[in-house]
Nanobody, 127 residues
């Protein structure tokens, strides 16, 4: 059974940086689509970034491009999200996710039927 344990959330000022980590426990699949979702207060959950563990291919929501970087260290194994130049509208609860198999086209927007969710970490960006 795969479990995801997140860490690294917190509070920063606009323009600051945070790095989220997600320890992947019990994972034995060759290829998965791993990623980060977020849910701002009072809004729906949205995909932020994905990485396909077999190919290393990454993709980002428009809001995250050029500011966020997703990575996966298969030896640890840990999924990470480096977030730079944070904005107040990045404030949200961030969730690490795993979907077994390859990432769908146009992910993360099209990523559905997620198999495993992390517990979520809070990111707060203040002006």
């Amino acid at each position: 059974q795969v479990r995801l344990v997140e860490s690294g959330g917190g509070s920063v000022d606009t323009g600051g940086s945070l790095r989220l980590s997600c320890k992947v426990i019990g994972y034995t699949y060759r290829t998965s689509c791993m990623g980060w979702f977020r849910q701002p207060p009072g809004e729906e959950r949205e995909g932020v970034a994905v990485i396909e563990t077999g190919s290393g291919k990454t993709d980002y929501a428009d809001s995250a491009k050029d500011r966020f970087t997703i990575s996966y260290d298969k030896d640890k194994p840990t999924l990470s999200l480096q977030m730079n130049n944070l904005r107040t509208n990045d404030t949200a609860t961030y969730y690490c996710v795993v979907k077994f198999g390859i990432c769908p086209n146009a992910a993360p927007a099209t990523l559905r039927n997620i198999h495993v969710w992390g517990q979520g970490v809070q990111v707060t960006v203040s002006s």
